[in-house]
């Protein structure tokens, strides 16, 4: 994930630098970047984020700080955007609630 990518409201899931053991509430779930790290912050430095695990964690990861990537985005599309063939849409929680096939191709 680069630093250009990072953007408050990204679902993520464990990357490849990731050894927090279940921080997470497990293999496979699910997070929210909810703080990007800047310049004079000692809780958030740059290239870190903090995330709000669905399962109820709230912590900070490496994006990039010390060459090490605790995470990666699990989908970037907009809430109800067509992807491919298929419309996704979600809550506000993220969670899907249906998919069907589109009408337009993208």
């Known amino acids: 994930m680069s630093n250009q990518a990072i953007k408050v409201g990204l679902r993520v899931v464990r990357g490849p630098d ?24 000692p809780r958030n430095p740059p290239k870190t984020v903090f995330v709000q695990w669905d399962a109820g964690g709230r912590t900070n990861y490496r994006c990039g700080y010390q060459g090490k990537h605790d995470l990666r985005v699990l989908d970037n599309a907009t809430l109800g955007e067509q992807v491919s063939l298929f419309r996704f849409l979600a809550n506000r929680e993220g969670r899907r609630l249906s998919l069907s096939l589109s009408d337009t191709h993208t």
């Open 18 to 41: 990731w050894q927090w053991r279940d921080q997470d509430g497990g293999e496979g779930h699910v997070g929210t970047v909810v703080e990007i790290g800047s310049e004079g912050n």
